[in-house]
């Protein structure tokens, strides 16, 4: 295996407040605040953008990442309710997701749109985190790898390699999110490493340095069985994310990959 650092994120989507961010983000310091300290594993929540100074003010120096779940591709102006890059760079976020199957949904956000968005993340030193992948019906027409490396080279065509490696891709299969459905580990590997040939079919020098994260019904009693895969990376979490208790297992098996790995 390569020695791709582990990476866990939990997506807070719309949820939390101060008080229970305060009790998640105390939480899992102490149960898992070592886990980082050892190296090895990096890990952080995507909170939303009223809570970036919070996480930023809790979280600075503690290892843990902070991060937005979406932001603009315009640098500033007339874009009512939008967040730019130079916004979240003003919180010292880590990364941001884009392209989440919820905003694709939702906003009709393009692949256009998304490829841009990725741009000026790149540009201001935040790590994107591109989320991709198929609906139940692509699936069941045999389309879901075909939807899937679609969505990557659409968003990443154009880039060089060095700003391949400075990105992550995360894998949500969209009947999984939310469902209590998980792909199950060997359906995920082979997504990912359909992946990875997408990614090695823009930069082969590089496809190997890149992280692919599962996301999709990720639970603590699942993770050691995703992330003993060779090419799953980590995992980007949403529900779970906001159980100390889950999240704090997914961690430990995110953990156990890099001990396996080496990088311990
Ligand atoms: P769940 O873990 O709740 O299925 O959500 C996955 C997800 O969408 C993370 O971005």
Not at 61 to 87: H, I, N, R, Y
């Amino acid at each position: 295996m390569t020695a791709r650092q582990p990476l866990a994120l939990g997506n807070w989507k719309m949820n939390g407040d101060m008080v229970a961010n305060e009790q998640l983000m105390s939480g899992l310091l102490e149960s898992s605040a070592g886990l980082l300290s050892a190296g090895g594993l990096q890990a952080g929540f995507a909170v939303p953008a009223p809570y970036l100074f919070q996480a930023a003010v809790r979280l600075k120096g503690t290892g843990f990442l902070w991060g937005a779940q979406d932001c603009s591709d315009q640098p500033k102006g007339a874009f009512t309710g939008e967040v730019s890059t130079a916004m979240l760079q003003d919180f010292e976020v880590n990364f941001c997701l884009v392209g989440h199957s919820e905003r694709r949904a939702r906003h009709q956000e393009t692949d256009a749109q998304i490829a841009a968005k990725l741009q000026a993340l790149l540009s201001a030193n935040i790590l994107p985190v591109l989320c991709v992948g198929e609906s139940l019906a692509q699936r069941e027409a045999g389309q879901a790898a075909e939807v899937v490396c679609g969505q990557v080279k659409a968003a990443l065509k154009g880039l060089s390699a060095d700003q391949l490696t400075r990105l992550a891709v995360a894998y949500e299969p969209i009947w999984a999110i939310g469902t209590g459905k998980t792909a199950s580990a060997d359906d995920a590997q082979a997504m990912h490493a359909q992946i990875r040939g997408a990614l090695a079919g823009l930069h082969p020098q590089v496809a190997n340095q890149v992280r692919i994260l599962y996301g999709g019904s990720v639970k603590a009693s699942n993770s050691q069985e995703l992330f003993a895969q060779p090419d799953i990376d980590g995992g980007l979490v949403g529900g779970a994310s906001l159980d100390m208790a889950d999240m704090s297992g997914i961690l430990q098996a995110a953990h156990q990959r890099a001990g396996r790995l080496g990088l311990l």
